[in-house]
């Protein structure tokens, strides 16, 4: 059973007699670990009630275009920003007619418009609308532009024919929607991850560290699994649970980072810096809790070695990713740290600002490297991470098709 662990997971429920197995469905996908938020067309509500999927989602589910209680007045913006993956159970004939054809005179074919999440039907008809040629040619279409068909499965149908056409199980949709977040963008590739802060000690009680959450390091882990890397996480203390498949080391300081990532790093093809590294560490540690006595205690701090640069500046080194976390000036001091450290690409985010950064769930990235500038809009920071990943694989894979290129006409020239 694959995890859906922290996957925001929206199921779109159409008009059909198999809507009585969308609860379940909703039921499997929680217990996958997802987050799950229902909408409904006006037909829907005919075959179940909302009340019914409210109860095994834990959410209200959504039926209005225009939601008069969402942020901005427009629901199905924020809906479509806010999922992983959209799959539509049961998916009627007419439903993905609409579908195929761009239709958005409701919230479920707008938001399904309106979304770069991944979209799988789940179809549920009749034998012979599932034969018809209307329909086989509206799902080779929907193929095309990458949206996935699950199913459908044979059997009994509610109108007495038997045939092609019923809904799949909940549970066999369920495993199927955790390997749409599958892919081999990154098969055979090793990378270290660093994730969360660090904790520089002044006594036995007392430590030096920062907000990082570690939310975003956890994500881009997830989203490099998900892509076939081998990961090795290098986290420091959090309270997150770790991405299933990756091998965890746990460490507090910066120099026990620096360490933890040097001993694995010369198998890594990828390193990404996520982790906010302590740039001082107090010159002098006190076995003995220090005791509240003057008005001001003056403190000596040492500098932490620069772990992203040491990366970077190894003779075999990996394809090198570094975060920096900006107040100000975001894209200048992303370019100078490029250039000054050595690395491949910088993710600059903005801290500070009523949206994203440390802790939060959302955050906003911009990518620089030698190429360019290139902007990810505010997202859920596990869509982000798989946005980054996506990023990094390309560019290896260009690196990978140059290298190929050279050779090649290499080996021509010496015949």
């Not at 005179?105 to 012979?128: G, K, Y």
């Not at 892509?227 to 420091?236: D, F, K, P, Q, R």
């Amino acid at each position: 059973m694959l995890s859906l662990n922290n996957k925001r997971i929206l199921v779109g429920v159409s008009g059909g007699i198999a809507a009585y197995k969308s609860p379940d469905l909703v039921r499997r996908l929680r217990e996958r670990g997802a987050d799950v938020r229902v909408v409904m067309t006006p037909n829907a509500i005919q075959f179940i009630t909302p009340l019914t999927l409210q109860a095994v989602s834990g959410t209200p589910v959504h039926l209005q275009l225009l939601d008069a209680e969402a942020e901005s007045g427009m629901g199905h913006i924020e809906l479509a920003r806010w999922a992983d993956a959209i799959v539509i159970a049961p998916a009627t004939a007419n439903f993905i007619a609409r579908l195929t054809h761009g239709t958005a005179d409701d919230l479920l074919s707008t938001l399904c418009l309106a979304t770069d999440a991944r979209i799988a039907i789940s179809p549920a008809m009749n034998r012979l609308m599932w034969d018809n040629a209307a329909t086989q040619e509206n799902l080779d279409a929907l193929r095309q532009r990458g949206i996935s068909v699950l199913g459908p499965g044979e059997g009994d149908q509610a109108c007495g024919e038997t045939g092609p056409g019923r809904m799949l199980e909940p549970d066999v949709i369920a495993d199927q929607i955790g390997g749409l977040f599958e892919n081999d963008a990154l098969n055979g590739i090793n990378m270290v991850i660093t994730a969360g802060p660090t904790w520089e000690a002044l006594d036995p009680v007392r430590v030096l560290t920062n907000h990082s959450s570690g939310k975003m390091g956890y994500a881009v882990s997830q989203a490099a699994l998900e892509a076939g890397a081998a990961v090795t996480l290098i986290s420091g203390p959090t309270a997150l649970t770790p991405p299933e498949r990756a091998s965890v080391v746990r460490v507090e300081s910066a120099l026990q980072m620096y360490e933890a990532v040097h001993e694995c790093i010369d198998k890594a093809d990828v390193f990404i810096g996520v982790a906010a590294v302590a740039d001082y560490r107090p010159a002098q540690y006190q076995d003995k809790k220090i005791k509240k006595q003057d008005d001001t205690l003056h403190l000596e701090l040492v500098k932490n070695p620069d772990i992203l640069a040491s990366v970077a500046a190894l003779t075999d080194k990996p394809f090198t990713v570094g975060f920096a976390a900006e107040t100000n000036d975001m894209i200048n001091h992303g370019r100078k740290k490029l250039v000054q450290k050595g690395v491949d690409l910088i993710a600059a985010n903005r801290v500070g600002a009523e949206n994203g950064g440390f802790g939060d769930d959302n955050n906003e990235l911009t990518l620089i490297d030698r190429h360019g500038v290139r902007e990810l809009a505010s997202a859920p920071k596990t869509k982000l991470a798989r946005q980054l990943i996506a990023d990094i694989a390309k560019q290896i894979a260009d690196q990978s098709d140059a290298k190929d290129t050279t050779q090649n006409t290499r080996q021509s020239s010496a015949r």
